[in-house]
């Protein structure tokens, strides 16, 4: 993995977000959009990761510093927003004399899963494909880029933006998930060929499966990515949906783990937390933070626990409040 390398989109401004907080900063259970796509980039043990930045550059660099990950996550900035071509394209110089592949992943989709990831380098890796793309197949593909492929053997020929499709390319169900694996010699070769011939003006990165294609390179596409996992981030309603999928997996953990939550559909559980085996979580309590409770604890209704510590056993009252860290406790 030490020469496979990823390259995070994050340059966006995220406008339909209507926020002075760049898109990727947004909270999603107590982390930014940004940082559980960096977590999952850091568990698969990739070598290299380059985030793309733009607007919010400063913040966003910030934020990064502040992360304590197993390889070291260097930025370029995108002075103006291009495409994701063009995106791509302002990391040319960090991997001037780097040979390997390099995964592209957007900076706003926090909820793809570390084994789908895992299977697609895999897929990549076991077929010796020079490009793949991670797709899905979906009932309602709208707003998304479809997956052309010819009519005898199914192979992949292109993507197609759905302001650039016509009738019959919106009527395919298999999409891109905006995640693909791709040598590095030939990205940046593809790169200097893309141009802003279409409907959005900008430098498109799906532009290089056709160049690989007619380059008689090892082309394919993997639906192995679900549909909640394909869900990029942009807007504040979107990012409720991806927040009720992802309190729906840790509720789900947790209780794999031990723990009963009564009417768990109430309860508010952050990612950071943790919680022992035996625990009960009464209805309506929100955990934040760095909280911890021990084994056999019980959690009574409507509480609220912020960096707390809960003693193995310990009965916390109903409509209780309590943080560790009162400076940083939210009323």
Known sequence: MKHLAAVVLAAGKGTRMKSATPKVLHPLLGIPLLGHVIDLLDRSGLGRIVVVVGHGAEQVSD?????????????????????????????RDLFKGWHGEILIICGDTPLLRFRTIGGFIAS???????????SSVLDDPEGYGRILRDAEGGS???????????ARQRKIREIN??????????????????????AQGEYYL??????????????????????????????????????????DRLRRYWMEQGV?????????????????????????????G???????????????????EIAEGQQVPPCSHLCLNAQGCQK
Do not use: W
């Open 290 to 308: 760095s909280t911890v409770v021990g084994g056999g604890a019980r959690i009574g209704a409507f509480s609220l626990l912020q960096d707390a």
């Open 124 to 134: 990549h890796a076991s077929a010796g494909n020079t490009l793949s793309v991670l």
């Open 156 to 166: 992949v020929i292109g993507i197609v933006e759905e302001k650039d499709a016509d």
């Open 177 to 198: 998930s905006g995640t693909y694996m791709v040598s590095a010699e030939f990205l940046f070769d593809a790169l200097e060929k893309v141009d802003t011939d279409n």
């Open 63 to 91: 934020y990064l510093a502040t992360l304590k990950t197993g390889v070291r996550v260097e930025t370029v900035l995108q002075k103006e927003q291009l495409g994701t071509g063009h995106a791509v394209n302002c990391c």
């Open 206 to 247: 799906t532009d290089i499966v056709a160049f690989a294609v007619d380059m008689g390179m090892k082309v394919n596409a993997y639906p192995l990515a679900g549909v909640e996992e394909v869900m990029g981030i942009n807007s504040r309603y979107q990012l409720s949906l991806a927040e009720a999928v992802m309190l």
């Open 260 to 288: 009963t939550f009564l009417n768990a559909p109430t309860v508010y559980v952050e990612k950071s937390v943790s919680l022992a085996g035996d625990v009960i979580i009464e209805p309506n309590v929100v955990l934040r």
